[in-house]
Antibody
Framework: QVQLVESGGGVVQPGGSLRLSCATS????????FFWVRQAPGKGLEWVAY????????DYADSVKGRFTISRDNSKNTVYLQMNSLRAEDTAMYYC??????????????WGQGTLVTVSS | DIQLTQSPSFLSASVGDRVTITCRAS??????LAWYQQKPGKAPRLLIY???TLQSGVPSRFSGSGSGTEFTLTISSLQPEDFATYYC???????????FGQGTRLEIK
């Protein structure tokens, strides 16, 4: 069955770095792009980053542009989010999600369970 | 960016009620809209995509409609497991600048 499992979250000081991983299984990894989506405590959902199925296109929300980098390792079926220069407002649960598109109709059909990032001194 | 506004933000209802949640987009997005359900401590779950297509495995009491700038999610007869927070999401600008509504919290009356 399709699985996405995030890891790498934790507590980090402002200005610090973390690398999140999203390990996947149960489907053809190289056929899909991926998103990272975050949710601050008690708040709504916010798109963070996107990577195309072949890694040739990446995009970021303005709030993280220049600080976060999304990447993928097709040999490990894993997507990463390198987070640098972390700020208190980056504190959130981070989810990876799979966005299949058919005939330009897209949706996020599978999500991981999330990994919690807390930025605090 | 396209803004999505959900109404109401909070809804109190009883088991068996019919409820409707509205999502309005700041500009036309055709049918590029999805609905998700989220329970506390869990990841969002896809319910509806392309405004009205029911995701596989989702009960038929859930339905979606709309196009352009106004969309609705309807639950025809609330069940105890339906009490959760619901989000709309626009994918018109996919893959960039995807946005979510602020959420509608559905609670038991």
């Amino acid at each position: 069955q399709v699985q996405l499992v995030e890891s790498g979250g934790g507590v980090v000081q402002p200005g610090g770095s973390l690398r999140l991983s999203c390990a996947t299984s149960g489907f053809a990894f190289t056929s899909y792009g991926f998103f990272w989506v975050r949710q601050a405590p008690g708040k709504g959902l916010e798109w963070v980053a996107y990577i195309r199925y072949d890694g040739s296109k990446k995009d970021y929300a303005d709030s993280v542009k220049g600080r976060f980098t999304i990447s993928r390792d097709n040999s490990k079926n894993t997507v990463y989010l390198q987070m640098n220069s972390l700020r208190a407002e980056d504190t959130a649960m981070y989810y990876c999600a799979r966005p299949p598109c058919t005939d330009n109709i897209c949706r996020f059909d599978y999500w991981g369970q999330g990994t919690l990032v807390t930025v605090s001194s | 960016d396209i803004q999505l506004t959900q109404s109401p933000s909070f809804l109190s209802a009883s088991v068996g009620d019919r409820v409707t949640i509205t999502c309005r987009a700041s500009q036309g997005i055709s049918i590029s809209l999805a609905w998700y359900q989220q329970k506390p401590g869990k990841a969002p779950r896809l319910l509806i995509y392309a405004a009205s297509t029911l995701q596989s495995g989702v009960p038929s009491r859930f339905s979606g409609s709309g196009s352009g700038t106004e969309f609705t999610l309807t639950i025809s007869s609330l069940q105890p497991e339906d009490f959760a927070t619901y989000y709309c999401q626009q994918l018109n600008s996919y893959p960039s600048s995807i946005t979510f509504g602020q959420g509608t919290r559905l609670e038991i009356k």
